[in-house]
């Protein structure tokens, strides 16, 4: 058995984590259904999609899906947002009741209506809200306390080294990196030094995040950084191959659509007919990027019947394995 799955390749505190590729959380994707195929494919560790404190203080709690989690999803993390340390340990705390094994704040969210209220990257020209933050968090949790950060919020204001070490004076187990400003967004390449150097100057446990496009860049971003996992978002859309170190362009056209039946079946297991169908359309369109299927593929975008999708699928299946 590979030694990775049997030897922890880091800890989150006291949390083992076995392997060194991990989903990363993203709002509308990496649901439920989408988690646990990741995960049959190797994602070390799960993060939920983002959820403001906020909601979490009020009953019922209208995003509550975003925190569901399958029986058995461990190490699973929680993360939440917000600008104001007392709401996010109050928060935190209602969510410990749940049994995470992590609670995580996002400082990476770089969406104006979220960081021009100070949440987010929002937090990270706020060095006293961080350190706010995680002091109260981890002294008054029980599970360890975690963050996800950019940069910082612009090229003048690169204060992610501060912000790191100001988290690790305050308790935090671990610092997810990703390597852009909030200005940035995502329009330019991701810098993967700043993860080196964060690395260099933390004792707890680092994840290099950003622009991991293919399976060889996992390999690369950790001999650049020396970080201790890396974190895959958009290029996991439509690829959990990438979690098995594979490269999408060797992964066969059976295998995309026995992925794709799998992946459906979560999703109506979880959602229901036909709501997993509507949510799988957007997972559909990045399975068959670059594939020509083009007339079929607007039909099955287009279907709210569950079986025609099936009969429609069939026909894709055997077009192009005919090609
Ligand atoms: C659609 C979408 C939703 C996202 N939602 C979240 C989120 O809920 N929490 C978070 O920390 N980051 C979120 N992110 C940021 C990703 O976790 C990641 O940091 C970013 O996409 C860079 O990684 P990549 O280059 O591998 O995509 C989201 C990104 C995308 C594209």
């Not at 995580?104 to 990257?121: E, L, T």
């Not at 305050?170 to 997810?176: C, H, S």
């Amino acid at each position: 058995m590979d030694k990775a799955k049997t030897e922890p390749t880091f800890y989150v505190r006291d949390i083992p984590v076995y392997g060194d590729v991990i989903l990363a959380p993203m709002a509308g994707f990496s649901d439920v259904p989408y988690r646990a195929l990741c995960r049959a494919y190797g994602s070390a560790m799960h993060y939920t999609e983002f959820v403001p404190a906020e909601t979490l203080l009020v009953q019922p709690n209208p995003l509550w899906r975003r925190l569901d989690i399958k029986a058995g999803e461990h190490p699973i993390v929680f993360q939440i947002f917000g600008n104001n340390a007392q709401k996010l340990l109050a928060a935190a705390q209602r969510i410990e009741a749940w049994q995470p094994d992590i609670i995580d704040i996002n400082m990476g969210c770089s969406v104006h209506k979220i960081s021009g209220r100070g949440a987010g990257v929002g937090m990270m020209p706020q060095p006293g809200l961080v350190a706010d933050t995680f002091n109260l968090l981890s002294t008054h949790l029980s599970v360890p306390v975690t963050g996800k950060l950019r940069i910082g919020w612009d090229d003048r204001q690169r204060n992610f080294l501060e912000i790191a070490r100001i988290m690790e004076d305050n308790g935090a187990a671990l610092i997810a990196l990703h390597g852009r400003t909030r200005e940035q967004k995502y329009n330019v390449p991701a810098d993967w030094d700043v993860i080196g150097e964060l690395k260099q100057a933390v004792e707890i446990p680092v994840i290099g995040n950003g622009d991991v496009n293919c399976a060889a860049d996992i390999d690369a971003m950790k001999a650049h950084t020396g970080c201790d996992a890396v974190m895959v978002g958009r290029a996991a859309v439509g690829n959990p191959w990438i979690f098995a170190r594979r490269e999408r362009q060797d992964v066969t056209l059976p295998e995309i659509i026995v992925t794709i039946k799998l992946h459906l079946e979560e999703m109506l297991d979880y959602y229901g007919d036909p709501k997993g169908l509507y949510l799988f359309r957007k997972h559909l369109r990045r399975y068959f990027k670059g594939l020509a299927v083009k007339p079929f593929l607007q039909k099955m975008l287009q279907t709210t019947d569950v079986s025609e999708f099936e009969h429609l699928l069939m026909i894709v299946e055997a077009k192009l394995l005919a090609a």
